[in-house]
Structures are given as structure tokens and as C-alpha cells.
């Protein structure tokens, strides 16, 4: 199976980069995480992105918050599919980051998950493997199974909390 790459423009991000890595982890999905800034570092982020395909990704996911332009800078740099998590800033609740991420130019497509949307990006992040490894997509359909018990299982009991 491919590996999932996680770039993150910051370690302030980790909180929302763990919750990704917490979902591939319970879904067997190998990964990379690195701090790569589009700005910062720019030289190590396009490295990055040029040479995934070759060192054994499917997908990448980048995280970043303000001007968010890492998800972005590494679509420009790689045809692998491209995920956006915009991360929630201190000015604008992360409404920046998200319209930074998910305004791109045609051409340079990202799919851009929920601001701090971490698991999200997993989960879409293993959709895409699974196109190609019906041994994931059947861990994907359990997973929905077992999210909608839970739902249900709380529908079960709402009327006694609510009489109570």
C-alpha cells in the first residue's frame, strides 16, 4: 500500500496533524509527517512534493493556518492528490487559511477538508488508497458501520435523557 505524506507548516499544527495520524494509524495506513513551510522553507517543501511519488506516497496532506499556502505549494510541485487542511489562526478563527486553501487556481487542484478538519483528511486521504486496495475500502466500510451504530445507539436512549 502507498504511504500517506503529512507536510504541516508549523509544529503549532501537530494538534490537528495527531488527529490524522491517530485515523491512519487505526486504519493500518503507513505515513510521513514533516514541518515544511511554504515560505520558510520552500527549497524543502518542493523537494518534498517533487520526489513523493518516487519515495512510495499516494496521497499528500498539508496543514497550515493563516495564509496557508503550503497545500498549495505542494500541489504546484506534484500531480499525487493533494489535501488541504486549513488550520484555525488567531485573527480570523481560520476562515483565512480556509479560503487560502481552497481558492486555487485551475489546474492546481487541492481537496480541502473542515478548518482543523485532521481526521477528515485521513479518512479522505485512505478513500483514495482504497480505490486500489479493496482490503482498506472494506476496513472504511466497517469503520462507517460502526460510526453509524454509535449514532444509533444514542438515538436509542435520547427520549429517556430527555424524560429524565
Known amino acids: 500500500m502507498k504511504k500517506v505524506g503529512i507536510v504541516m507548516g508549523s509544529d503549532s499544527d501537530l494538534p490537528v496533524i ?15 509527517v514533516h514541518v ?3 515560505h520558510r ?12 511519488r518516487k519515495n512510495g506516497f499516494g496521497v499528500l496532506i498539508a496543514a497550515a493556518g ?23 489562526g488567531s485573527v480570523m478563527d481560520g476562515m483565512d ?5 481552497v481558492q486555487m487556481p ?7 477538508v473542515a478548518v482543523n478538519g485532521g481526521a477528515n483528511a485521513a479518512l479522505l486521504a485512505a478513500q483514495i488508497l482504497a480505490v486500489e486496495d479493496a482490503a482498506l ?7 462507517r458501520e460502526k460510526d453509524a451504530e454509535a449514532v444509533l445507539a444514542k438515538d436509542a436512549g ?6 429524565n
Open 18 to 32: 495527531k488527529k490524522a495520524t491517530d485515523m491512519l494509524s487505526s486504519l493500518g495506513i503507513e505515513y510521513e
Open 36 to 38: 515544511y513551510s511554504a
Open 41 to 52: 522553507t520552500p527549497v524543502q517543501a518542493r523537494d518534498f512534493a517533487l520526489h513523493a
Open 66 to 88: 493563516m495564509a496557508a499556502h503550503l497545500a498549495g505549494a505542494i500541489a504546484a510541485n506534484t500531480t499525487l492528490p493533494v489535501i488541504g487542511i486549513p488550520c484555525q
Open 97 to 101: 487559511a480556509l479560503l487560502s486553501t
Open 106 to 112: 485551475t489546474g492546481i487542484p487541492v481537496a480541502t
Open 137 to 143: 475500502a472494506a476496513k472504511l466500510d466497517s469503520k
Open 158 to 163: 435520547i427520549m429517556e435523557r430527555i424524560l
